[in-house]
């Protein structure tokens, strides 16, 4: 357990650091996991763990990998030394600067410290001139173009605050906190690679600071990029590729990652949350639903994430929960777009489709890069039938983040449905791209083509295939495979896919006119093939049937029989009447 | 209608706006007098009202210009008072420096109006309409201003600091107001805007006026038609006239975005002010078109970089996206063009700018996405995806129909029709064949041929009812186009047929020839004026940089800058570029109508009309496609020497324009050189070369197809190789026919005729010889038939000499067509087949009529000389040895069969002259 004890006692110093360099949401998030760490039962009186405790059996019920909760071994982590504190003087004025800064008044902030120097004071000043200038962008945005528009407001210090830390770097006077602000500032000037490396730097050097990981995650826009980086081999890191993959949609590992960080930190919020994130996106929505439910047990006024809970909530159209979430997080901050947005989905699960705009609308004005916002406004103007507004939505999303497939495939259906099915197909096709492995895109896809404007049924037939193979759900692909086969002439084919379409069917117990049909086909395709014992199987299970289907599978039966009896060889009277 | 979200961009007081403001006081002050004070005459008064004028409407950039450059135009406005001047404008700029001074400064320009109410004008008094463009720019300006909120006020405060201190900082020779660093101006600013920011009056009435503006004309979309138009015209290319030399040199430099504008910083903090939604529009329009015309040449990352900049700068206007879709279309960038093409589309609904459309606002929450299809299958078209282009635009069809856009339909249906006679389709079923279009439906059971007449005959129509000129006149090449090379036949195959002749109809070719040019007078009593005074204004204010007292001298200095006289004589047409298009066209079309009716002189003529009267608006396609048929023609007629010569220069010209048109000519030439010197192996070479430029999707670039594998057969034959010969010929035939490309038949066949005559076959050749005439009589190929005729001629001389009176009166026969409209070698064949014919006569008397030979064959192997044609060269040689040995002329006969020996010892060992051109 030693290791526990170490990350407790880096994260505790990281802390306070990050505090006193005003870096508050690395703050924020070291001292999460730092209460996240799982504590010796031996050291602590069970009030100390009372929330905690309670949780584990719940959660555990869902934890598939019991290694987890065993420390790790085999890696061995390097140890960065925690920085030493710059010497105090001029301890004052930096007294000062923070109060000037935790009140928000950034600029006076920076000018109290303009003759000091030291990197810390050094790093504030400019952090704080960061910052003002950010705040002045986002008035000038809505002073110049109004929140939803786009708009071309820049931060106006960037230019000097890249001049300063420039010249800083190349003397080597920034620590890692400075370098983390000139990747920053090089971030927002485009400048990536140069900002890759040094974040990369600044992570090095002092792994604690998760805004510094954050920006670099955004940095990594493809896996080659991920595993390009030359990162030391800290725990943080762990942290960081976890939430890397999750990014790049790499669901799977990212999960792993999520579960082995556990191990240590069996508490943390933090990693509960990016879990049921994974899950949403794995499409677990009980899990899912389970993680949350705990969450808000333990942290009642948690709004960060809970609009993926909304959102599973959605999914299974639970009003009523849907409804309390949504109070609860409108008591705890209104003006926050994931509660905006729980609201909105809550207006959408009513059908009341104006409200439920109203509100994403507000979660945008929140924040205008908000994607999933942008995609279920899109869906929410399709239900309004406002074509033009939707596609705009979907599309301001897509030009937000291109890799987001959801969007693509939201523009491809609003084309879909203005029966635009070879427009549509170019949205598809750059879904799928995007989510391989999603057979629901595959369908839509496949659906285009078999549009009777289009009736690519080749094409079609490809998609379907796709959608088969990659674990359809809804089992729509095989099914339609076995028809357009069966549409095509080619029965083998068809009876092949109508055969597993059956199996499936038996195997999650679902009746219905798909499996009538699909008995039918197969009954009738083995005696052309003179299968008839195969045949005559399928012909008895059509008889539990009612309907013409029935009558015909007597009538097949009848002429089995009587052919059977033109051959001598064979022994018919056994066979039940 | 997309633009939910998105307020669009108003007019916005800017610091140059200020200036203008502050010029347009000092154009007309309230005072009484009729020359102001500083202007010492009325020609400078009204100079400077001129280049007001100017300033507020030109669109050549996307940004303002900054106070530098201003005052420097000023410079050479004012004349003896730009001292004055721009003292005057910097002194009122430096003294508005607080929120305070800019109120009082906009109430001030209130008093230059002239009331509209006040009744009392006198004489002399200077009064600014309110309604004339300068009275509504400061209208505009005021009203804009009086909407700011005070945040805007101080924007525009920090703004003008910005504007004025950039200026001042790059010329020390005016006296430095002091201006606070931008920094601190920002610093000291950012204690005004602390305050409520939710009642931000948006700039509604601005917007209508915006609105009203650009609502009377400014269509944006207006290139779409002239697109369909050159497509239209790409007709196939065959033989014609001499060279013309044009002033286009270095035209393509001209069109280039300057530098300065690709590579200007956007420093947040310098003082970039993009210009007003209507100078934009304008900027976007000149763009386009230049874009267009010129193709390639125009270059691409320059201008993307532009584009790009402008996005982030306006990420309002989607226009952008257009232009970046034009712009990569332009540079055969697929991907890049699909996605700004979606782009577009998705942002804008189509509802930007299709003033073409009838304004049905019930219609309007649907959008127009059936104007993406028909953009998008043109893109597909362009880049040669016909099944994918065909897809698309019955999916256009499909929902303009069902949105009731008939005019989207009838330029999807003139698209169709576009593409299906580019495009070789051998059968349509499959993918028009379901019930999309009553007209179309009728087509199931029709040939592709039938289905293209019915659809051109609907879709002129269509364009006619709806009164979409430019569409009509398209559409008239594209029947004009149809009649050229198709034989009408009837629709219905059974019933009691009109007897019909199978002929192509030349004369309904011209009526259609004609009513396509019939549309510029219809225009120009239209006129498309709005989008012209923006142009016009940006080259008056070039002009402004030459000094107006040494314009004289500066012409005499001759060819340095001849780009600016020309450019000075485009400016003031009222007629659209793209209409010009559309005519000059007509003439192209006209041009290869006469070349294929065989009338040389006219198809040059028509040839040299269009490169002297519509080289200025011309796409580069067009002009290379001219300068093809000039150098060709030049070739048949004039020789290899000077078409070299002038292909030299085209290249040059067309420096990196569609080089491939070029390069094509190149080839062609290249390889008829090496078949008449025969450099086999040469030849072989090239016409691999000219196969491999053809796309490999079956259809497209069919002319290029067959003519690369007619030209493989001719190589074969010259290699005397009858048998392949023979097989790519045949195969051609068959491809021919499947496409229905019935005039590259006739010659296909003449081809088999000709190999079978030279393997000896003479008789198996006479049926090809005669199916190729009687192809060429039905389609009104005279020139062909001619040699069609020829070729009959001599296979019957072949067949023994008892057809030898036949075969010479055949030839007499079309001796009037060749000679008049023939090329060279045609014109040599002839001669000396005609010797042949009474040499072969045993009662012919060579001592008698010695001139009845010997002048033909003279003249032959002059003719053949020229063309370095050895083996026919030879051939004649040989005949007139004999004929001198006949006659007894030693001397001659000596030299005749020296000239004979040296052509076939050339033609024995070609690899004796290494050839300079052949570095591809």
């Known amino acids: ?577 | 209608m997309a633009g939910i979200l998105r307020a669009p961009s108003a007019f916005a007081v800017t610091p140059h706006k200020v200036s203008t403001c502050i010029l347009i006081q000092i154009y007309a002050p309230p005072a009484q007098i009729s020359v102001p004070f500083p202007f010492s005459s009325v020609t400078q008064h009204n100079r400077l009202g001129l280049y007001l004028l100017a300033l507020t409407k030109s669109c050549d950039d996307i940004f303002e210009p900054k106070l530098a450059e201003l005052l420097n135009q000023l410079r050479e406005i004012g004349g003896l008072m730009d001292q004055w001047l721009t003292n005057h404008l910097t002194n009122r700029l430096s003294a508005l420096q607080s929120p305070d001074d800019l109120f009082n400064f906009f109430s001030e320009m209130r008093g230059i109006l002239g009331g509209l109410d006040s009744g009392v004008v006198e004489d002399d008094q200077i009064i600014l309409d309110p309604n004339s463009n300068l009275g509504l720019f400061l209208r505009r300006c005021i009203l804009a201003f009086n909407l700011l909120s005070f945040e805007g006020v101080c924007h525009l405060l920090t703004n003008i600091g910005i504007y004025c201190n950039e200026c001042f900082s790059t010329c020390p020779t005016y006296e430095l107001q002091h201006l606070d660093d931008p920094s601190n101006e920002v610093e000291v600013l950012s204690e005004y805007e602390n305050m409520d920011l939710e009642n931000y009056i948006s700039e509604k009435i601005t917007e209508e006026i915006e609105a009203g503006i650009t609502s009377k004309g400014v269509s944006f979309h207006l290139y779409l038609p002239k697109a369909l138009s050159t497509l239209v015209e790409d007709i196939e290319a065959s033989t014609n006239p001499k060279l013309e030399h044009s002033n286009k040199v270095g035209e393509h430099s001209l069109y280039t975005p300057s530098s300065s504008n690709a590579l200007r910083n956007v420093d947040p903090r310098g003082g970039v002010f993009l210009r007003s939604n209507w100078q934009m529009q304008g900027y976007f329009m000149e763009r386009a078109e230049a874009i267009e015309k010129h193709g390639s040449s125009f270059s691409s990352s320059a201008f993307e970089l532009i584009l790009r900049q402008l996005q982030k700068l306006a990420p309002e206007l989607d226009r952008v996206h257009f232009l970046r879709y034009l712009n990569s279309l332009y540079h055969d960038d697929y991907f890049a063009a699909l996605e700004n093409l979606h782009c577009y589309f998705d942002y804008s609904a189509g509802t930007e700018g299709f003033d073409f459309l009838s304004p049905t606002p019930g219609t309007n929450s649907f959008g127009r996405y059936e104007i993406a299809l028909l953009c998008l299958g043109m893109m597909h078209f362009h880049f040669g995806h016909p099944k994918q282009a065909l897809e698309v635009f019955t999916e256009a069809v499909r929902v303009s129909q069902q949105q009731s856009n008939d005019s989207c339909l009838a330029y999807t249906l003139a698209a169709i029709c576009n593409l299906l006679s580019e495009i070789g389709i051998s059968s349509t079923t499959g993918m028009l064949g379901s019930s999309y279009s009553p007209m179309i439906s009728v087509g199931t059971s029709l040939s592709v041929q039938q289905q293209l007449f019915v659809l051109l005959k609907g879709s002129l129509k269509r364009a006619e009812s709806l009164k979409l000129k430019q569409l009509v006149a398209a559409n008239h090449l594209a029947v004009a186009k149809f009649d050229l090379t198709h034989v009408q036949r009837p629709l219905i195959s059974f019933g009691p047929k009109a007897s019909m002749k199978l002929k192509t109809c030349p004369i309904n070719v011209c009526k259609e020839l004609r009513s396509c040019s019939r549309l510029v007078s219809a225009f120009s009593s239209e006129g498309s004026g709005l989008t012209m005074e923006g142009a016009f204004c940006t080259a008056w204010l070039k002009n402004l940089q030459k000094p107006i007292g040494s314009l004289v001298l500066s012409e005499d200095h001759g060819s340095g800058n001849n780009a600016n006289p020309s450019q000075f004589c485009t400016q003031p047409s009222s007629i659209h570029g793209s209409l010009l298009q559309l005519v000059g066209s007509s003439y192209l079309l006209r041009a290869t109508a006469w070349e294929m009716y065989g009338s040389a002189p006219l198809a040059q003529v028509h040839a040299l009309v269009y490169a002297t009267c519509f080289a200025d608006t011309s796409s580069s396609l067009d002009a290379t496609l001219v300068h093809v048929k000039l150098i060709q023609h030049l070739a048949i007629f004039k020789g290899y020497k000077e078409a070299f010569a002038a292909l030299k220069i085209a290249e040059e010209k067309f420096l990196c324009i569609s080089k491939s048109r070029i390069l094509i000519l190149k080839l062609q030439l290249l390889h008829e050189r090496a078949l008449h010197r025969g450099h086999l192996k040469l030849a072989q070479q090239v016409c691999d070369q000219l196969g491999v430029l053809a796309s490999s999707i079956t259809g497209v670039d069919m002319d290029l197809k067959t003519e690369a594998s007619l030209r493989h057969a001719r190589t074969f034959l010259a290699a005397k190789q009858f048998s392949q010969a023979t097989a790519v010929a045949h195969s051609l035939f068959c491809m021919c026919y499947k496409f229905n490309l019935q005039v590259e038949n006739a010659s296909v066949l003449l081809l088999l005729a000709e190999i079978h005559m030279k393997s000896g076959n003479a008789v198996l050749g006479l049926p090809y010889a005669l199916a190729s005439l009687s192809f060429c009589q039905s389609f009104n190929l005279d020139l062909l038939k001619a040699s069609a005729t020829l070729i009959l001629a001599e296979l019957l001389l072949s067949l023994g000499t008892t057809h030898r009176k036949g075969a010479l009166t055949l030839i007499h026969g079309v001796f009037p067509m060749i000679l008049g409209h023939g090329g060279l070698e045609l014109c040599a064949r002839a001669y000396i087949a005609e010797a042949k014919c009474h040499l072969s006569d045993p009662s012919f008397s060579v001592s008698e009529n010695s001139e009845v030979v010997l002048d033909p064959l003279k003249q032959a192997s002059e003719d053949l000389q020229a063309l370095e044609y050895h083996e026919l060269a030879a051939e004649a040689f040989y005949l007139m040895a004999f004929v001198f040995d006949k006659l007894g002329h030693l001397e001659e006969r000596e030299e005749a069969a020296a000239q004979f020996k040296k052509h076939i010892m050339v033609l024995e060992n070609p690899q004796a002259v290494e050839d300079p051109l052949f570095n591809l």
């Not at chain 1, 800064?101 to 504030?124: I, M, N, P, W």
């Not at chain 1, 002073?143 to 708009?151: R, T």
């Open chain 1, 1 to 577: 357990m030693n290791s526990k004890e170490n990350c407790r006692n880096e994260l505790r110093t990281a802390v306070l650091q990050l505090s006193d360099r005003c870096l508050y949401s690395a703050s924020k998030w070291a001292a999460e996991q730092l209460v996240g760490i799982e504590h010796d039962p031996a050291k602590f009186t069970p009030s100390n763990t009372r929330f905690q405790r309670g949780s584990s059996s719940i959660r555990r019920r869902f934890r598939t990998n019991e290694l987890t909760s065993t420390p790790v071994t085999g890696v061995s982590y390097v140890s960065t030394p925690v920085m030493e504190e710059d010497e105090a003087v001029n301890g004052d004025f930096y007294l000062l600067a923070k109060s000037y800064f935790h009140c928000r008044e950034y600029r006076r902030a920076g000018h109290v410290l303009r003759e000091q120097t030291g990197k810390k004071s050094d790093f504030l000043r400019c952090y704080a001139l960061y910052l003002a200038g950010e705040k002045r962008k986002e008035e000038e945005m809505i002073e110049l173009e109004g929140p939803l528009g786009k708009s071309y407001a820049v931060n106006r210090e960037l230019v000097s605050l890249e001049r300063e830390l420039s010249a800083l770097h190349k003397n080597g006077m920034l620590d890692s906190f400075g370098l983390y602000l000139y990747g920053l500032v090089l971030k927002e000037k485009g400048n990536e690679n140069l900002a890759r490396t040094v974040l990369v730097n600044s992570v090095n050097s002092y792994p604690w600071n998760w805004s510094a990981w954050l920006e670099l995650q955004a940095l990594c826009s493809t896996i080659d990029i991920l595993n390009s980086l030359t990162l030391n081999n800290h725990w943080m890191k762990e942290f960081f590729l976890a939430s890397a993959y999750q990014e790049l949609r790499m669901h799977n590992e990212s999960l792993a990652k999520y579960e082995h960080l556990q191990g240590i930190f069996g508490f943390s919020n933090y990693i509960q949350a990016q879990i049921a994130k994974v899950q949403y996106s794995l499409r677990e929505f009980e899990q899912v639903e389970v993680i949350f439910e705990e969450l808000l047990r333990i942290d009642p006024f948690r709004v960060e994430d809970m609009d993926v809970y909304s959102n599973v909530l959605y999914t299974k159209e639970c009003f009523s929960a849907l409804s309390y979430l949504a109070h609860r997080v409108i008591l705890t901050d209104k003006y926050r777009p994931e509660t905006c947005c729980i609201i909105g989905n809550y207006y959408s699960l009513k059908g009341q489709h104006e409200k439920s705009v109203m509100y994403f609308k507000r979660a945008l004005k929140l924040n205008k890069n908000y994607l999933s916002a942008w995609t279920l406004m899109g869906h929410e103007y399709v239900e309004m039938k406002n074509i033009p507004a939707a596609v705009d939505a979907y599309r301001r999303a897509v030009d937000i983040s291109p890799r987001d497939y959801r969007a693509w495939y939201g523009l491809g259906q609003t084309y879909e449905m203005m029966a635009m099915p070879f427009y549509a197909l170019h949205y598809f096709r750059k879904s799928v791209f995007l989510q391989p492995n999603d057979s629901r895109l595959w369908i839509a896809m496949a659906q285009c083509y078999e549009a009777e404007q289009l009736h690519m049924v080749e094409e079609a037939i490809k998609c379907y295939g796709r959608a088969a193979n990659c674990n359809d759900r809804e089992a729509i692909a095989l099914h339609k495979l076995a028809k357009l086969h069966k549409e095509l002439g080619r029965s083998d084919e068809a009876a092949f896919y109508y055969k597993k379409d059956l199996e499936r069917m038996e195997a999650e117990d679902r009746e219905g006119p798909n499996m009538v049909e699909a008995l039918m086909f197969l009954a009738q395709h083995y005696k052309a093939r003179n299968r008839f014992e195969e045949s005559e199987v399928y012909c008895t299970r059509l008889l539990d049937y009612t309907g013409p289907e029935r009558e015909t599978a007597k009538s097949l039966l009848r002429g089995m029989r009587m052919d059977r009896s033109g051959f001598p060889s064979m022994d018919v009277e056994h066979l039940p009447p």
